[in-house]
């Protein structure tokens, strides 16, 4: 079949992106799904800072790549052996770590650290090695993290696919599979925050906002919101956030003053080593900081290492919040319907496919929490 899909062609290019085009949209014909893998019709995927960061050169991928990773859709075709999970009309949530369910980190519950997916995300394939993408070229573009939403239609495996519920849109069904893993997640499993806990989110998009919610939903007694941008935080102080701080080096002083000397558990979501080294400086002795953030390979991270021992600091990684996607997104679906994590606030607009590169733009300005191309 013949697709329209957003195709990165070019790493590192300046902005505006609306004029550099980083992205062309371009018709690729696509294979039929093979064994274990399904054929979705996509609904909506949503604009994340992961794909930014491959745009902007962070994140060195395989080009061309067909971008997008937060999508949700309808099946339309299985391939051998995908209708034991499967049925065609199912909608589902796609995630971006296909995990194998076989490897050494899957049997131990941490599916996020597949070893299997990892190395196909790395490849820009799917799980079995195979690129389903055929160019006008006779050359096969990538897939972005198993998924590749940007399109109008893509194969991914079943191992990527969640199903849910038909009445939950796509465009909120989407932030489930990156935006509400990676940050309710983090605070849920990686930070483990109870009842009574003093918390600080420093960067304030999809994912840091998901953790906020995930936060209130757990009971902390106060919660630091912290941004440089003053939108982001007045929209925390509504979804929860007891504290709003503008980000810079005065954050750290602020916030061990509204948290009496250090927040127990501290989550950042930037992607810089300089605002994860400001997390952790207002992390309370004893306390954890854990970071979801995917800051540039090159960067280096230095802290005062006799802290971790004198202090019994805790620096915790989070890749896709530590979740197990088939646990997790019916869970945090469930807590969506139930008022405690109000996702459609995610939410800034639509923008269509022919007009991503704007749609960038706004995100890389933090004009925007998520953006979703509908289809």
């Known amino acids: 079949m013949t697709v329209r899909a957003a195709v990165l062609t070019e790493l590192g290019l300046p902005g505006p992106y609306a004029d550099s085009r980083p992205i062309r949209v371009q018709e690729l014909a696509l294979d039929p799904p093979g064994p274990g893998e399904m054929l979705v019709k996509v609904g909506a995927t949503g604009l994340c800072h992961s794909d930014l960061s491959v745009v902007n050169g962070s994140r060195p991928r395989p080009l061309p790549m067909v971008l997008g990773h937060e999508a949700a859709g309808e099946v339309v075709e299985l391939g051998q052996g995908a209708e034991a999970e499967f049925a065609v009309g199912d909608h589902v949530v796609m995630s971006?770590?296909?995990?194998?369910?076989?490897?050494?980190?899957?049997?131990?519950?941490?599916?996020?650290?597949?070893?299997?997916?990892?190395?196909?995300?790395r490849a820009g394939t799917l799980l079995t090695g195979q690129r389903r993408w055929l160019a006008a070229d006779g050359s096969r573009p990538h897939h972005?993290?198993?998924?590749?939403?940007?399109?109008?239609?893509?194969?991914?495996?079943?191992?990527?696919?969640?199903?849910?519920?038909?009445?939950?849109?796509?465009?909120?069904?989407?932030?489930?599979?990156?935006?509400?893993?990676?940050?309710?997640?983090?605070?849920?499993y990686s930070a483990a925050v109870v009842p009574g806990d003093r918390v600080a989110v420093f960067g304030l998009g999809g994912v840091g906002l998901a953790a906020?919610?995930?936060?209130?939903?757990?009971?902390?007694?106060?919660?630091?919101?912290?941004?440089?941008?003053?939108?982001?935080?007045?929209?925390?102080?509504?979804?929860?956030?007891?504290?709003?701080?503008?980000g810079g080096p005065d954050a750290v002083e602020a916030v061990r003053d509204l948290t009496g000397g250090g927040a127990d558990k501290v989550i950042d979501t930037t992607g810089s080593e300089v605002v994860l080294a400001q997390a952790y400086a207002a992390t309370a002795t004893g306390g954890?900081?854990?970071?979801?953030?995917?800051?540039?390979?090159?960067?280096?991270?230095?802290?005062?290492?006799?802290?971790?021992?004198?202090?019994?600091?805790t620096l915790k990684g989070s890749y896709l919040g530590s979740c197990?996607?088939?646990?997790?997104?019916?869970?945090?679906i469930s807590l969506y319907r139930s008022g405690q994590l109000p996702v459609q606030e995610l939410l800034s607009g639509t923008v269509s496919l022919d007009d991503i590169n704007t749609g960038f733009d706004r995100l890389a300005g933090g004009e925007a929490i998520r953006q979703v191309v509908r289809f």
């Open 96 to 121: 971006f770590v296909p995990a194998c369910g076989s490897c050494r980190k899957c049997v131990s519950g941490r599916q996020a650290l597949c070893e299997p997916g990892a190395a196909a995300n």
């Open 144 to 188: 972005h993290l198993g998924v590749s939403g940007f399109a109008e239609y893509a194969v991914v495996s079943t191992t990527s696919a969640t199903r849910v519920d038909a009445d939950l849109p796509h465009e909120i069904a989407a932030l489930f599979g990156c935006a509400v893993l990676t940050g309710a997640g983090a605070a849920f």
């Open 212 to 246: 906020l919610m995930a936060v209130k939903a757990a009971g902390a007694s106060t919660i630091v919101a912290v941004d440089v941008v003053a939108h982001k935080r007045e929209l925390a102080l509504r979804l929860g956030a007891t504290h709003e701080v503008a």
């Open 288 to 313: 954890t900081t854990v970071t979801v953030g995917l800051p540039h390979p090159d960067r280096q991270l230095v802290l005062p290492a006799l802290s971790l021992v004198a202090e019994e600091r």
């Open 324 to 332: 197990v996607p088939r646990r997790d997104i019916p869970r945090f």
